[in-house]
């Protein structure tokens, strides 16, 4: 069974940093896409980042660029968004996509989901 789990989360003050890890198992890592999306309670799920296979093409929601970065390392199975200058309305439960196509990463209509970490930002 395919899996993707998430961790990192936690709870940090304004201004801090956290990195989220992403763990794809049962796929061959180096042939996905990844990305990075988030919901906050009461709001849709959006767009974070997403990371092509081999990392050469990146995007990133505006609203996060400038303070995020997403990486990965396909020796380890593993996508990485690293975030800085965090804000409490970073605040949302954060879930790893994984999908062969890059644009389905980016539209949110991955193969494949995780079941998100929680990062709670205080101000």
């Known amino acids: 069974q395919v899996r993707l789990v998430e961790s990192g989360g936690g709870l940090v003050q304004a201004g801090g940093s956290l990195r989220l890890s992403c763990t794809l198992s049962?796929?061959?890592?180096?042939?996905?896409?990844m990305g990075w999306f988030r919901q906050a309670p009461g709001k849709d799920r959006e767009f974070v980042a997403v990371?092509?296979?081999?990392?050469?093409?990146?995007d990133y929601a505006d609203s996060v660029k400038g303070r995020f970065t997403i990486s990965r390392d396909n020796a380890k199975n593993t996508v990485y968004l690293q975030m800085n200058s965090l804000k409490p309305e970073d605040t949302a439960v954060y879930y790893c996509?994984?999908?062969?196509?890059?644009?389905?990463?980016?539209?949110?209509?991955?193969?494949?989901w995780g079941q998100g970490t929680q990062v709670t930002v205080s101000s």
């Open positions: 996509a994984a999908d062969l196509k890059f644009r389905a990463v980016r539209s949110g209509t991955s193969d494949y």
């Open positions: 049962r796929l061959t890592f180096s042939n996905y896409a």
């Open positions: 990371i092509s296979w081999s990392g050469g093409s990146i």
